[in-house]
């Protein structure tokens, strides 16, 4: 457990901009909440449409004591909040033809969506499409997850042609 999820979470970390982050569909908070530790001068909301895995974010954010962790309990069509966030990150949320189009609309102009997958993936052409008209730049960046034997790969997409870190 520890390589696969805990690990495997702050893989991404360097591809994360600060100081605002939005974890679509964070589920047990995952990547979330190792992210949050890591990065406790960092703000970072959690969003999960599921009434019973926010409820225990809630309290795993209050026993572990995170003053920079806000829990929404929402899907992300109908999220409450007109934020847009440096990051915005999701770890088995959704397939990219729907992830990708919701998601755009809260990174920044000069934010980025990280989708963590496993295998790396070919962008549809409605996909390359959408993120060309954007003018977002894109790249699968394999990832090295220390002690797990799997392949990991992330999609970096930076809004209005901003180049990857």
Known sequence: ??????????AVLPYCLPSRVLDIGS?????????AIARPQWQFVLLDSNGKKTRFLRQAVMELKLANVEVVNSR?????????????????????PKMLPVSL???????RVVAMLGAPQE???????LL??????????????????AQRHVLLVDRNGRQRQ
């Open 1 to 10: 457990m520890l390589y696969r999820h805990i690990a495997d979470s702050l």
């Open 27 to 35: 589920g047990a908070g995952l990547p979330g909440l190792p992210l």
């Open 76 to 96: 992300i069509e109908q999220y409450p909040g007109k934020e847009i966030f440096a990051t915005v990150i999701a770890r088995a949320f959704a397939p990219l």
């Open 105 to 111: 609309p809260f990174a920044a102009p000069a934010g």
């Open 123 to 129: 962008l549809p052409v409605e996909l390359q499409s």
């Open 132 to 149: 060309q008209a954007q003018m977002a730049k894109y790249a699968m960046v394999c990832v090295n997850v220390p002690g797990l034997q």
